[in-house]
């Protein structure tokens, strides 16, 4: 059964820092790109950052860029997002997924949106002012 479980999301003031895992199970995750979007009460779906496979570039929504961190982790199926500076509108739910498909870019902007075949639960980021 193919998984993702995200984690480490929880309650934070401005300023303060998370760390987002994603654990991965199910399939080969070394081959996959792998995505982080969040979702804030009202709005689209964006997304954040994503990590390539096999040469592990990265990518950054330009409102995260140089506050957030991708990074993986092959060896234990886990991406972590890394987040410094946190801001109240980086409250949403964040969420992982996963492709197959070389889908790890950005395009003006904005990161790509998929076609991602696995998607997480989802974990909760609140950031108070």
């Known amino acids: 059964e193919v998984q993702l479980v995200e984690s480490g999301g929880g309650l934070v003031q401005a300023g303060g820092s998370l760390r987002l895992s994603c654990a991965a199970s199910?399939?080969?995750?070394?081959?996959?790109?792998i995505g982080w979007f969040r979702q804030a009460p009202g709005k689209e779906r964006e997304g954040v950052s994503c990590i390539s496979s096999p040469d592990g570039s990265t990518y950054y929504a330009d409102s995260v860029k140089g506050r957030f961190t991708i990074s993986r982790d092959n060896a234990k199926n886990t991406v972590y997002l890394q987040m410094h500076s946190l801001k109240p509108e980086d409250t949403a739910v964040y969420y992982c997924a996963a492709s197959p498909w070389a889908v790890c870019m950005k395009v003006a902007g904005m990161i790509g949106g998929g076609p991602y075949d696995y998607w997480g639960q989802g974990t909760q980021v609140t950031v108070s002012s």
């Open positions: 199910g399939f080969t995750f070394d081959d996959d790109d």
